[in-house]
């Protein structure tokens, strides 16, 4: 098995970043976090997505050794990305005993507890204290000239709850005194007098005891020093979320979304180009790649380094406000504060070095960060926090409880079998296989594509009796339509998600025929299409098919009901269609979109009601099938096969499914609908049945998952799929 890389901290906002960058590696990934500023939501996430055989989540405190001793007997680690400390600078002023215990004696154990094992320890530039401006931008050497010039001769720490001697005194006594090797030298405390505050002061600690393992042992490690991280992942599912928040680009946009007033500026008369102070951000993601790229190179037996990471620019508090407001189109109020004690002018960090011997170098601009870090925010105003709200589905007409927080609870009930597929192309017991007799007697054709007959066992017939009856509240009348079983193909092992696109295209068209045929009979008000897939879904015959079911009446599961709401929504928006505009929300959203063409969109609907629901939907306004030319039904084809094979790789097993196509009436009424093609099930995991019981059939429809999250899992298989 591939061995692992161990990410601490990584339910934290970098970490969490970094850990998704490996995960869509197809590398093994182990989290090791307290969750003390952490997410467990992001950890569930994860798991849900890549599963236990890739993604492992380990609640540990670094400060318990037995704990992390155990983790390294549990898997095989093959490096160490460390994001494990706390990193408020004024918090640590206050409680300099915290941050050593868990930036330093935290980081000492994971040391211990992981022998030879590479490290690419997130640092900070912190550890430079405060600069002078011709040393701007930093570099890596700075602090080697400080100690050569004997710049410091005494602690730069600015005033805190405890002095410098008193944080070194702990050093020696916890560190040095419990492990020989790591005493300090007059070196090393050179190097710990530059830090202005005690965060700093423990990061440099933590470089002295990596230093000393490459020294002493050869154990490789990569220092990464950096200043602003900003930004979130693109697929808007994580981002930052700290409570409280400190950071100025997420601190601006807490205004735009009306969490904040306005945003202070603390200080306008530094010596920068505008008078605000000037730092370095780089985008989040660009951290995770520099992470990832590092922890690569030691694995492949690479020397011991220290890296400073950023875009050796830097942006000022009103470029960041300007730019803020630009991507939001928000006037971002903005009010002049008195300057903060110890904020230097200027911030930069020079990343020559990086860029030159591994060749990482910043991508996103700073417009791109804030746009990203936007989207998160919009879309995410309660960060992490689990979804439990009722969202109303307009393609049904009802409200639907999203009860995410449901997803996790534990199961040990009855699990469902997923066959594997059939094998034979023919099956001589199969009675929908060329040439094989049906049931009563009748003979299949040597048919060789789509096939379409009446069904043997029809739910709805044209010559039934007439009748008209009401017994108080109950009524009754005439039953008349038709059933057609429609083969998909004359290969028994096939099935809609392995065929090939012009086969599915085939099948599409006959759908057309189909219902533009039984739509011209004149009792004939509507031909739903649709096919159950797998014995979950109450299907036995494994045989490629689908169905019509042809009513002389308007159904009134899903049609009746969305009529109702086309005619309201129209009345109220403008003559607006809710279909139009549902894909314009979704699109914008782009969370639940699974795949998009020039015709066709996929996606998970915001108010989904089981977990994997799935709609495909036409961009243009198209009433049914008869308005799609050529170009457009072969994009159908091709997005649905994508859509199923997905679904396929979601459980590594084929698919149980349910799909509909639902296109507007055939009784000459124009409803100025818009076409849609359903996929549900009753799964809610591998094996998993979505029992719709109790509240379900007598309250309202609970889906135990997040539509964002069910789609993400989606994506994920459909990027195995073709990976593979």
């Not at 670094?62 to 160490?80: N, R």
């Not at 057609?484 to 025929?513: C, G, L």
Request: charged share 25%.
């Amino acid at each position: 098995m591939q061995g692992a890389v161990l990410v601490t901290g990584g339910a934290g906002y970098i970490g969490s970043h970094t850990v998704r960058r490996l995960l869509e590696d197809n590398r093994r990934v182990v989290v090791l976090d307290n969750l003390s500023t952490g997410h467990r939501e992001v950890m569930s996430l994860f798991s849900r997505v890549y599963g236990p055989k890739q993604f492992c989540f380990e609640e540990v405190n670094l400060l318990d050794a037995d704990s992390i001793q155990g983790v390294f007997e549990d898997h095989e680690i093959v490096g160490i990305i460390d994001f494990a400390a706390r990193s408020l600078v004024a918090e640590s002023q206050k409680t300099p005993r915290l941050y050593f215990d868990n930036n330093v004696i935290a980081f000492m154990n994971l040391i211990t507890a992981s022998h030879d094992v590479p490290v690419v320890k997130s640092s900070t530039a912190a550890t430079y204290g405060d600069p002078d401006d011709e040393n701007i931008p930093l570099v890596e050497t700075y602090q080697r000239s400080c100690v050569d010039k004997n710049i410091f001769p005494d602690s730069q720490l600015m005033e805190a709850a405890y002095d410098f001697d008193t944080i070194i005194g702990w050093y020696n006594q916890e560190i040095a005194g419990k492990n020989s090797g790591f005493e300090l030298t007059e070196e090393n405390r050179s190097y710990l007098r530059i830090p202005t505050n005690v965060y700093g002061i423990t990061k440099v600690m933590d470089e002295i005891i990596l230093d000393r393992c490459d020294v002493d042992c050869g154990r490789h490690y990569i220092s990464l020093r950096y200043f602003n991280a900003a930004g979130a992942d693109s697929s808007r599912l994580i981002g930052e979320d700290h409570n409280p928040e400190t950071h100025l680009i997420p601190i601006v946009l807490q205004v735009v979304s009306g969490k904040r007033d306005k945003i202070k500026i603390f200080g306008n008369e530094y010596e920068t180009r505008d008078g605000t102070a000037v730092r370095d951000y780089i985008s989040v993601q660009d951290l995770a790649e520099a992470h990832v790229l590092c922890m690569d190179h030691l694995i492949a037996g690479g020397s011991s380094k220290t890296y400073n990471l950023g875009s050796g620019l830097g942006y000022s508090v009103k470029e960041i406000i300007e730019t803020a407001r630009k991507v939001t189109g928000h006037p971002i109020p903005a009010e002049d504060d008195d300057p903060r004690s110890g904020d230097p002018a200027t911030l930069i960090a020079n990343s020559n070095l990086i860029k030159e011997e591994m060749g990482w170098e910043v991508k996103a601009s700073l417009e791109e960060i804030i746009e990203s870090a936007w989207h998160w925010h919009r879309l995410n105003p309660e960060g992490y926090q689990v979804k439990q709200e009722e969202r109303f589905n307009p393609f049904w007409n009802r409200w639907v409880n999203i009860a995410a927080h449901r997803s996790s609870r534990p199961w040990s009930g009855e699990t469902q079998s997923m066959d594997s597929g059939e094998t034979k192309k023919y099956d001589e017991d199969c009675y929908l296989c060329p040439k094989n007799t049906r049931v009563k007697g009748d003979v299949n054709p040597d048919y060789s594509s789509v096939w379409t007959f009446v069904n043997d066992f029809s739910t709805l017939v044209m010559d039934a009796y007439e009748t008209s009856e009401e017994h108080g509240p109950y009524k009754a009348h005439t039953s008349k339509g038709i059933c057609e079983v429609i083969v998909y193909s004359r290969d028994h092992s096939q099935m809609m998600s392995t065929m090939y696109v012009d086969e599915i295209a085939n099948v599409v068209d006959e759908w057309a025929k189909i219902y533009q045929r039984l739509g011209e009979i004149e009792e004939i008000k509507y031909p739903l299409i649709f096919e159950n897939r797998g014995n979950i879904m109450g299907n036995s015959q494994p045989h490629p098919h689908g169905q019509v079911y042809a009513y002389g009446s308007i159904p009134d599961l899903i049609l009746k009901p969305q009529l109702e709401v086309i005619e309201d929504y129209k009345d109220k928006n403008d003559g607006n269609c809710f279909v139009c505009d549902a894909n314009k929300f979704e699109i914008e959203d782009s969370r639940r979109i699974l795949a998009k063409n020039d015709s066709m969109v996929a996606y998970v609907p915001y108010a989904a009601q089981f977990p994997y629901d799935v709609m495909i939907v036409p961009i243009t306004h198209a009433s049914s099938l008869l308005e799609l030319d050529k170009k457009q039904r072969m994009d159908l084809a091709g997005i649905l096969k994508r859509v199923l094979n997905g679904l396929d790789e979601l459980f590594k097993s084929p698919y149980h499914y349910s799909l509909a196509l639902i296109q507007t009436p055939t009784d000459d009424i124009d409803y100025d609908f818009h076409m849609q093609l359903h996929i549900t099930s009753l799964l809610r995991g591998p094996g998993l049945r979505k029992h719709v019981v109790g509240a379900d059939i007598f309250g309202r429809l609970i889906n135990p998952s997040d539509p964002n999250h069910t789609a993400e899992e989606i994506r994920h298989a459909m990027r195995q799929h073709y990976r593979s």
